[in-house]
Protein backbone atom coordinates (compact mmCIF):
# COMPACT_ATOMS: atom_id res chain seq x y z
CA UNK A 1 0.00 0.00 0.00
CA UNK A 2 1.17 3.24 -1.14
CA UNK A 3 1.82 5.63 1.78
CA UNK A 4 1.96 9.71 1.53
CA UNK A 5 4.82 11.62 3.18
CA UNK A 6 2.48 12.95 5.47
CA UNK A 7 1.22 9.81 6.52
CA UNK A 8 4.35 8.75 7.38
CA UNK A 9 4.84 11.57 9.59
CA UNK A 10 1.39 10.81 11.68
CA UNK A 11 3.00 6.86 11.98
CA UNK A 12 6.35 8.20 12.48
CA UNK A 13 5.24 10.50 15.27
CA UNK A 14 2.67 8.35 17.25
CA UNK A 15 5.15 5.76 17.08
CA UNK A 16 7.62 8.67 18.91
CA UNK A 17 4.77 9.33 21.69
CA UNK A 18 4.16 5.93 22.32
CA UNK A 19 8.04 5.22 22.81
CA UNK A 20 7.80 7.42 25.55
CA UNK A 21 5.03 6.48 27.18
CA UNK A 22 6.29 3.52 27.44
CA UNK A 23 9.47 4.83 28.73
CA UNK A 24 7.20 6.77 31.36
CA UNK A 25 5.86 3.81 32.17
CA UNK A 26 8.97 1.62 32.63
CA UNK A 27 10.42 3.99 34.57
CA UNK A 28 7.05 4.11 37.28
CA UNK A 29 7.81 0.50 37.40
CA UNK A 30 11.44 0.42 38.93
CA UNK A 31 10.69 3.07 41.23
CA UNK A 32 7.78 0.83 42.44
CA UNK A 33 10.06 -2.13 42.29
CA UNK A 34 12.59 -0.10 44.22
CA UNK A 35 10.15 0.95 46.96
CA UNK A 36 9.02 -2.49 47.50
CA UNK A 37 13.22 -3.68 48.08
CA UNK A 38 13.42 -0.58 50.50
CA UNK A 39 10.31 -1.60 52.13
CA UNK A 40 11.53 -5.40 52.50
CA UNK A 41 14.80 -4.03 53.71
CA UNK A 42 13.14 -1.73 56.12
CA UNK A 43 11.39 -4.42 57.52
CA UNK A 44 14.53 -6.56 58.61
CA UNK A 45 16.50 -3.83 60.01
CA UNK A 46 13.45 -2.07 61.84
CA UNK A 47 14.39 1.48 60.19
CA UNK A 48 11.32 3.07 61.21
CA UNK A 49 13.03 6.11 59.32
CA UNK A 50 13.93 4.25 56.26
CA UNK A 51 10.24 3.03 55.81
CA UNK A 52 8.71 6.71 56.74
CA UNK A 53 10.65 7.53 53.66
CA UNK A 54 8.96 5.23 51.67
CA UNK A 55 5.47 5.84 52.98
CA UNK A 56 6.44 9.90 52.03
CA UNK A 57 7.29 8.64 48.58
CA UNK A 58 4.20 7.11 47.52
CA UNK A 59 2.92 10.62 46.17
CA UNK A 60 6.03 10.79 43.78
CA UNK A 61 4.34 7.38 42.45
CA UNK A 62 0.77 8.53 42.25
CA UNK A 63 1.87 11.60 40.33
CA UNK A 64 3.89 9.74 37.63
CA UNK A 65 0.24 7.89 37.32
CA UNK A 66 -1.86 10.86 36.82
CA UNK A 67 1.26 12.31 34.11
CA UNK A 68 0.33 9.09 32.45
CA UNK A 69 -3.06 9.14 32.69
CA UNK A 70 -3.17 12.53 30.78
CA UNK A 71 -0.87 11.38 28.34
CA UNK A 72 -3.14 8.56 27.68
CA UNK A 73 -6.33 10.83 27.10
CA UNK A 74 -4.37 13.37 24.80
CA UNK A 75 -3.23 10.47 22.67
CA UNK A 76 -6.76 9.39 22.20
CA UNK A 77 -8.46 12.09 21.66
CA UNK A 78 -5.23 13.56 18.96
CA UNK A 79 -4.36 10.02 17.35
CA UNK A 80 -7.69 8.43 17.24
CA UNK A 81 -6.09 4.70 17.13
CA UNK A 82 -7.20 1.71 16.03
CA UNK A 83 -6.78 -1.88 16.59
CA UNK A 84 -3.57 -2.70 18.02
CA UNK A 85 -2.18 0.95 18.60
CA UNK A 86 -5.67 1.17 20.22
CA UNK A 87 -4.65 -2.11 22.80
CA UNK A 88 -1.39 0.16 23.06
CA UNK A 89 -2.74 3.51 25.10
CA UNK A 90 -5.40 1.13 26.92
CA UNK A 91 -2.59 -1.37 28.13
CA UNK A 92 -0.78 1.46 29.15
CA UNK A 93 -3.68 3.02 30.93
CA UNK A 94 -4.14 -0.43 32.52
CA UNK A 95 -0.55 -1.00 33.71
CA UNK A 96 0.35 2.19 35.31
CA UNK A 97 -2.73 1.68 37.69
CA UNK A 98 -0.94 -1.68 38.52
CA UNK A 99 2.05 -0.28 38.96
CA UNK A 100 0.76 2.66 40.87
CA UNK A 101 -1.16 -0.48 43.48
CA UNK A 102 2.37 -2.26 43.73
CA UNK A 103 3.89 1.41 44.95
CA UNK A 104 0.65 1.03 47.28
CA UNK A 105 1.43 -2.19 48.45
CA UNK A 106 5.30 -1.27 49.15
CA UNK A 107 4.20 1.64 51.23
CA UNK A 108 1.77 -0.49 53.09
CA UNK A 109 4.61 -3.24 54.57
CA UNK A 110 6.21 0.32 55.36
CA UNK A 111 3.49 1.18 57.91
CA UNK A 112 3.27 -2.42 59.12
CA UNK A 113 7.32 -2.74 59.57
CA UNK A 114 6.66 0.98 61.77
CA UNK A 115 4.24 -0.49 63.62
CA UNK A 116 6.20 -4.07 64.01
CA UNK A 117 9.10 -1.99 65.81
CA UNK A 118 6.94 -0.27 68.45
CA UNK A 119 7.30 -3.77 70.46
CA UNK A 120 9.59 -6.45 71.03
CA UNK A 121 11.80 -7.65 67.52
CA UNK A 122 10.46 -10.67 66.46
CA UNK A 123 12.32 -13.65 64.14
CA UNK A 124 11.28 -12.85 60.30
CA UNK A 125 10.12 -16.12 59.52
CA UNK A 126 11.52 -18.28 57.37
CA UNK A 127 9.13 -17.89 53.83
CA UNK A 128 9.25 -14.25 53.68
CA UNK A 129 12.69 -13.81 51.89
CA UNK A 130 11.66 -16.35 48.92
CA UNK A 131 8.06 -14.60 48.84
CA UNK A 132 9.59 -11.38 48.51
CA UNK A 133 12.31 -12.59 46.07
CA UNK A 134 9.72 -14.33 43.39
CA UNK A 135 7.38 -11.21 43.87
CA UNK A 136 10.39 -8.74 43.48
CA UNK A 137 11.51 -11.03 39.99
CA UNK A 138 8.29 -11.30 38.27
CA UNK A 139 8.12 -6.92 38.96
CA UNK A 140 11.46 -6.40 37.13
CA UNK A 141 10.68 -9.55 34.71
CA UNK A 142 7.21 -8.30 33.79
CA UNK A 143 8.78 -4.59 33.49
CA UNK A 144 11.53 -5.83 30.98
CA UNK A 145 8.81 -7.96 28.85
CA UNK A 146 6.27 -4.73 28.54
CA UNK A 147 9.53 -2.77 27.29
CA UNK A 148 10.68 -4.82 24.57
CA UNK A 149 6.74 -5.98 24.13
CA UNK A 150 7.78 -9.79 24.64
CA UNK A 151 4.43 -12.26 24.99
CA UNK A 152 7.06 -15.32 26.09
CA UNK A 153 8.76 -13.80 28.64
CA UNK A 154 5.04 -12.22 29.68
CA UNK A 155 3.37 -15.59 29.75
CA UNK A 156 6.58 -17.02 32.26
CA UNK A 157 5.60 -14.07 34.30
CA UNK A 158 2.55 -15.10 34.40
CA UNK A 159 2.55 -18.77 35.06
CA UNK A 160 4.97 -18.11 38.01
CA UNK A 161 1.85 -16.43 40.09
CA UNK A 162 1.19 -20.20 41.12
CA UNK A 163 5.10 -20.44 42.45
CA UNK A 164 4.05 -17.12 44.37
CA UNK A 165 0.80 -18.27 45.42
CA UNK A 166 2.43 -21.68 46.94
CA UNK A 167 5.04 -19.74 48.95
CA UNK A 168 2.67 -17.50 50.45
CA UNK A 169 0.44 -20.47 51.35
CA UNK A 170 3.36 -22.35 52.93
CA UNK A 171 3.63 -18.50 54.75
CA UNK A 172 0.68 -18.62 55.82
CA UNK A 173 0.85 -21.73 57.52
CA UNK A 174 3.91 -20.89 59.44
CA UNK A 175 2.80 -17.67 60.58
CA UNK A 176 -0.41 -19.64 62.11
CA UNK A 177 1.77 -22.26 63.57
CA UNK A 178 4.19 -19.19 65.13
CA UNK A 179 0.65 -18.11 66.75
CA UNK A 180 -0.81 -21.15 67.93
CA UNK A 181 2.67 -22.23 69.41
CA UNK A 182 3.40 -18.67 71.46
CA UNK A 183 0.35 -16.81 71.65
CA UNK A 184 2.44 -13.61 72.42
CA UNK A 185 3.49 -13.64 68.79
CA UNK A 186 -0.16 -13.19 67.48
CA UNK A 187 0.01 -9.56 67.16
CA UNK A 188 3.27 -9.46 65.40
CA UNK A 189 2.45 -12.54 63.21
CA UNK A 190 -0.57 -10.72 62.54
CA UNK A 191 1.28 -8.14 60.77
CA UNK A 192 3.30 -10.48 59.18
CA UNK A 193 0.28 -11.80 57.63
CA UNK A 194 -0.81 -8.51 56.60
CA UNK A 195 3.28 -7.81 54.78
CA UNK A 196 2.68 -11.37 53.13
CA UNK A 197 -0.60 -11.32 51.66
CA UNK A 198 0.65 -7.96 49.91
CA UNK A 199 3.86 -9.01 48.62
CA UNK A 200 1.48 -11.62 47.22
CA UNK A 201 -0.24 -9.53 45.96
CA UNK A 202 2.35 -7.33 43.98
CA UNK A 203 2.65 -10.48 42.74
CA UNK A 204 -1.13 -10.63 41.00
CA UNK A 205 -0.21 -7.19 39.78
CA UNK A 206 2.59 -8.62 38.06
CA UNK A 207 0.27 -11.41 36.42
CA UNK A 208 -1.67 -8.47 35.28
CA UNK A 209 0.20 -6.92 33.69
CA UNK A 210 1.45 -9.64 31.99
CA UNK A 211 -2.08 -10.52 30.51
CA UNK A 212 -1.88 -7.02 29.11
CA UNK A 213 1.24 -7.65 27.10
CA UNK A 214 -0.36 -10.61 26.20
CA UNK A 215 -3.80 -8.47 25.12
CA UNK A 216 -1.48 -6.23 23.19
CA UNK A 217 0.37 -8.51 21.08
CA UNK A 218 -2.57 -11.00 20.30
CA UNK A 219 -5.37 -8.75 20.67
CA UNK A 220 -6.92 -12.15 22.67
CA UNK A 221 -7.21 -12.58 26.53
CA UNK A 222 -3.88 -14.66 28.53
CA UNK A 223 -6.42 -17.09 30.43
CA UNK A 224 -6.57 -20.55 31.46
CA UNK A 225 -8.85 -23.25 34.26
CA UNK A 226 -6.69 -22.05 37.17
CA UNK A 227 -8.89 -21.65 40.42
CA UNK A 228 -7.81 -18.82 42.13
CA UNK A 229 -7.80 -19.71 45.70
CA UNK A 230 -6.45 -18.25 48.88
CA UNK A 231 -4.51 -20.08 51.52
CA UNK A 232 -7.42 -22.17 53.54
CA UNK A 233 -9.48 -23.17 49.74
CA UNK A 234 -11.68 -19.76 49.48
CA UNK A 235 -12.15 -17.89 46.13
CA UNK A 236 -10.04 -14.97 45.55
CA UNK A 237 -10.68 -11.62 43.60
CA UNK A 238 -8.10 -10.44 41.49
CA UNK A 239 -8.17 -6.34 41.14
Excluded at 65 to 87: C, G, K, N, T, W
Excluded at 195 to 215: L, M, Q, Y
Amino acid sequence: MNTTPSHDHIVKSFDTELARLTGEIVAMGELAATQLDNAIDALGKRDSKAAQRIVDNDDALDSQERRISQDVLRLLALRQPMARDLREILAALRIASDIERIGDYAANIAKRSITLNLSAPVPLVAGLPALVKVAGAMVRDVLDAYRRRDDDDARMVWERDRQLDTLYTGLFRELLTHMMEDPRSITACTHLLFIAKNIERVGDHATNIAENIWFVVHGTALKDARAESGPLGESRPRD
